[in-house]
């Protein structure tokens, strides 16, 4: 071995290549890849999720000859007896701007600094660092459209060659015992909700450069076919995003050209992460100088009301394609999760954390930055510019974006033998659909509700 060994501590950067981390690891000697099972990171994880990583981490794995070490325990102890058996004096990150990961890091680095270890941290998930795009007085922005434009308007990384590494190995444990790992944060009104992972597409750095190149090839389209959901109109790349098995420079770099609403996107994740960092606390709570938030319901006859959502059975087509189909592939399209979520808070009255614990448990994407702010924005306690009094009515948006029923069709089987608009409708109960409930709730008379609500918050009831 040349040099002294260096640990390069992964974490939402599972690949080798565009890895400045990595590349700066390297440039000292041989490097040891260590992955760290935190419990207390995977406990609010759901099974979808937790199968995505694992299939992430042995493809990181299998990419570097087996040699990627797995441990579980508290990052700190982990890495202090990495270090010590290997005798590493540096170990290397992705920086993570997260609230957890930020306490999390600072608390490595004291607990690594004190044994003579340096945590050294570099480069970010993201095309420009959280906490980087400022105002002209160096104010954070709170408007996506204004953050664009300044984001738009910076320098971004190119993506860079893989560096040459010459990987050490330690002891390693199996992935797949962090699978146990995950899930133990279970809410109680979850109650009997199903748990069983989603099937997990191909994972790891190779597989995420291929759906990038399939999508590639359809980007120019993605303006007029991202808002349908009976199409295959998005690039299906975000739970790649998640753990860094490619990074969103090169993304950009490929279809950055073809697809200006398609940039748009990837800055909606860029702000939210933004506006997470700086206010860790509106993960849980309203974001800052938005009104108060909703009063929600909590009693038994909400709890069924949740169930009824998450298991799609609202009777509302729509909602409940996009829920089953989140059940089914630990992905819902991104108009549905909109409606979806809008449905929960604005028809059902219930709590919009609720909500976003259901989808960050079943999403094989769940990101609290993007999944929280998503969820916040359709509450009307986020960044959202628009007047709470618009409210997405499911049957509405199905006609719209879904004209011809394939999405409600394919997700929903009890309606798979009719025709649009009557797939859009809400028929339950009937002999029409025999199987499909009826509708759980009055979308007029809970609108008004909803209203009220609103009103009430803002103390004008
Ligand atoms: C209530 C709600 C919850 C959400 N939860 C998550 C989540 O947990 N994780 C997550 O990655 N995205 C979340 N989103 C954003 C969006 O729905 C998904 O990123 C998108 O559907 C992923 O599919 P795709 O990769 O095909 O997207 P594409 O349309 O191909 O977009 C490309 C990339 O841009 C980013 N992106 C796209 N739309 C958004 C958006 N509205 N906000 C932030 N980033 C975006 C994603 O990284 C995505 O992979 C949520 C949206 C809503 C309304």
Redesign the pocket.
Same mark, same amino acid.
């Given at each position: 071995m040349n040099g002294a060994a260096t640990i390069l501590w992964f974490r939402r950067d599972l690949r080798t290549g565009d890895h400045p981390a990595l590349a700066s690891a390297a440039a000292s000697g041989g490097v040891l890849g260590a992955f760290v099972g935190d419990p207390a990171l995977l406990a609010p994880a759901g099974p979808t999720r937790a199968a995505h990583l694992v299939a992430s981490v042995r493809a990181l794995d299998a990419s570097i000859g087996g040699r990627l070490v797995v441990r579980v325990g508290r990052p700190e102890e982990v890495l202090a007896g990495l270090a010590g058996e290997v005798g590493a004096r540096r170990v290397v990150a992705t920086a993570d701007f997260g609230p957890a990961g930020r306490a999390r890091d600072e608390r490595v680095a004291r607990h690594l600094g004190e044994r003579g270890v340096d945590l050294e941290l570099c480069d970010s998930p993201y095309a420009v660092a959280p906490g980087t795009v400022r105002s002209r007085t160096g104010e954070p922005y709170r408007v996506y459209t204004a953050f664009r434009r300044a984001w738009e308007a910076l320098d971004k990384a190119r993506p860079r060659p893989a560096a040459a590494v010459e990987w050490l190995g330690a002891r390693s444990e199996d992935p797949s015992g962090l699978l146990s790992l995950a899930g133990r944060a279970r809410p109680d009104y979850f109650a009997d909700l199903p748990d069983g992972p989603a099937p997990v597409a191909p994972a790891g750095e190779a597989a995420a450069h291929a759906v990038l190149e399939e999508f590639c090839a359809r980007a120019e389209r993605y303006g007029e076919a991202?808002d349908l959901p009976g199409l295959e109109g998005?690039?299906? %790349?975000?739970a790649h995003?998640?753990v860094g098995a490619i990074h969103p420079r090169a993304v950009l770099n490929a279809v950055g050209g073809a697809s200006a609403p398609?940039v748009g996107?990837?800055a909606?994740?860029e702000f939210?992460a933004d506006v997470l960092y700086h206010d860790p606390d509106s993960a849980r709570a309203p974001w800052r100088g938005t009104p108060r938030p909703l009063r929600a319901d909590r009693d038994g006859a909400a709890r069924e009301r949740f169930a009824a959502w998450a298991r799609g059975m609202t009777g509302y087509p729509l909602v409940d394609a996009g829920m089953r189909q989140l059940l089914a592939e630990g992905w819902m399209?991104?108009r549905v999760?909109?409606v979806c979520?809008s449905f929960l808070v604005k028809h059902l009255h219930l709590d919009w954390r609720w909500g976003a614990r259901w989808? %960050?448990w079943r999403?094989a994407?769940?990101?609290l930055a993007?999944?929280q702010h998503?969820?916040q924005w359709?509450a009307g306690t986020g960044t959202d510019a628009a007047p709470f009094h618009r409210v997405f009515n499911p049957v509405r948006q199905a006609e719209r974006f879904d004209p011809e029923g394939r999405y409600v069709r394919r997700h929903v089987p009890e309606l798979a033998h009719l025709e649009a608009p009557d797939c859009l409708r809400p028929v339950g109960g009937g002999l029409l659909a025999p199987g499909y409930p009826a509708p759980i709730v009055d979308l007029e008379a809970e609108r008004r509700e909803a209203l009220a609500r609103h009103a009430e918050a803002r103390g004008r009831a």
């Open positions: 991202r998005t690039s299906r %790349l975000s995003l998640k398609f996107e990837v909606w994740r939210y399209h991104n999760r909109m979520a989808f %960050l999403l994407d769940g990101d993007s999944n998503g969820w359709v």
